[in-house]
């Protein structure tokens, strides 16, 4: 007896209509440009966490790993409300956003992101230099710089702007009883895009009680994301360096110029999963 593969019910297909066909790639298009909004808020490293959590449970359900399948399904209600609390404000803008059809906006625009590579050296020279001049009068600065995780969210806490980094206007914006002294700036893409910025402050027990909010939030910055922070003290006018939620200080302008130039970008042209790191891949 001859057998045919359309006999077989693993070669069996069902029958794809050009509905069906327009279906799959509109779903596939609105998942694909909805991730690619996420990546541009602190809910991105979230969901990297989620989608390791579920190639594990998939992995020990189909190898039946009864203990990892055990421990992940019986915390998977608590962590989803957990997830929904500690994400409340993030999930609060998305559904203002859908109301305002902002959200649509996002998902149907093509802009092209460049990647940039980090700081430029002319850049790190004018932020070194400014917080050389502050320090010695003692005006006090919080200087965020982006990572590759992007920092929207702190940025719709202050003040939207884009201009050009430059000692000048780094002194102008710290000056005391300036509208734009109070808070943080942030720079990103060599560029200061926003000022009297909140951020959130460490809770953590181990730092030194001589520092203040200033010092304190710069880390919390820096334990929340992957930015870099530069402080300098209104008190002393000692110059700090924040990263990873370890603090340096006692800087002078040649080591903060070494510490600037060290967490550099990944280059364009490097081979590297783009989308994973939060970044678009550069057609």
């Given at each position: 007896m001859?057998?045919?593969f359309e006999?077989i019910?693993?070669?069996?297909m069902?029958?794809?209509?050009?509905?069906?066909?327009?279906?799959?790639f509109?779903?596939?298009?609105?998942?694909?440009?909805?991730?690619?909004?996420i990546?541009?808020?602190?809910?991105?490293?979230l969901?990297?966490?989620?989608?390791?959590i579920?190639?594990?449970?998939?992995?020990?359900?189909i190898?039946d790993?009864h203990?990892?399948w055990?421990i992940?399904s019986?915390t998977?209600?608590?962590?989803?409300?957990?997830i929904?609390?500690?994400?409340?404000?993030?999930?609060r803008?998305?559904?203002?956003?859908i109301g305002q059809?902002?959200?649509?906006g996002?998902?149907l625009?093509?802009?092209?992101?460049e990647e940039e590579?980090?700081?430029?050296?002319d850049?790190?020279?004018?932020i070194?230099?400014?917080?050389?001049q502050?320090?010695?009068?003692k005006?006090?600065?919080?200087?965020?710089i982006e990572?590759?995780?992007?920092?929207?969210?702190?940025?719709r806490?202050?003040?939207?702007?884009?201009a050009?980094?430059?000692?000048q206007?780094?002194?102008?914006?710290f000056?005391?009883?300036?509208?734009?002294h109070?808070?943080?700036i942030?720079?990103?893409?060599?560029r200061?895009t926003?000022?009297?910025?909140?951020l959130?402050?460490?809770?953590s027990?181990?730092i030194?009680?001589?520092?203040?909010?200033?010092?304190?939030?710069?880390?919390?910055?820096s334990e929340a994301?992957?930015?870099?922070v530069?402080?300098?003290?209104?008190?002393?006018?000692a110059?700090s360096y924040v990263r990873?939620g370890h603090?340096?200080?006692e800087l002078?302008?040649?080591?903060?110029?070494?510490l600037?130039?060290?967490p550099?970008?990944?280059k364009i042209n490097q081979?590297?999963?783009?989308l994973?790191k939060?970044?678009?891949?550069d057609?």
């Amino acid at each position: 007896m001859q057998v045919t593969f359309e006999q077989i019910p693993f070669f069996s297909m069902p029958t794809l209509e050009l509905g069906d066909i327009i279906d799959i790639f509109a779903v596939a298009f609105v998942i694909y440009r909805l991730i690619m909004w996420i990546k541009d808020t602190r809910t991105w490293a979230l969901f990297k966490g989620v989608f390791i959590i579920i190639v594990i449970a998939l992995v020990a359900y189909i190898l039946d790993l009864h203990t990892v399948w055990f421990i992940i399904s019986n915390t998977a209600t608590v962590g989803t409300i957990a997830i929904l609390v500690l994400f409340q404000p993030e999930l609060r803008r998305a559904l203002e956003q859908i109301g305002q059809g902002k959200i649509l906006g996002m998902i149907l625009s093509h802009e092209k992101q460049e990647e940039e590579e980090g700081l430029r050296n002319d850049t790190i020279e004018k932020i070194v230099k400014s917080c050389v001049q502050m320090g010695k009068v003692k005006t006090g600065a919080l200087i965020v710089i982006e990572g590759q995780m992007k920092l929207r969210d702190i940025e719709r806490t202050g003040i939207i702007i884009d201009a050009v980094v430059s000692t000048q206007i780094l002194i102008n914006i710290f000056e005391k009883n300036t509208p734009l002294h109070d808070g943080a700036i942030v720079i990103s893409k060599n560029r200061i895009t926003a000022a009297t910025c909140f951020l959130p402050l460490s809770d953590s027990l181990t730092i030194s009680k001589d520092l203040g909010t200033r010092h304190r939030a710069a880390i919390g910055i820096s334990e929340a994301t992957d930015a870099v922070v530069v402080v300098v003290s209104e008190e002393t006018g000692a110059i700090s360096y924040v990263r990873n939620g370890h603090i340096k200080r006692e800087l002078d302008a040649e080591k903060l110029t070494k510490l600037l130039s060290t967490p550099k970008r990944k280059k364009i042209n490097q081979k590297k999963l783009a989308l994973w790191k939060g970044k678009q891949k550069d057609a």
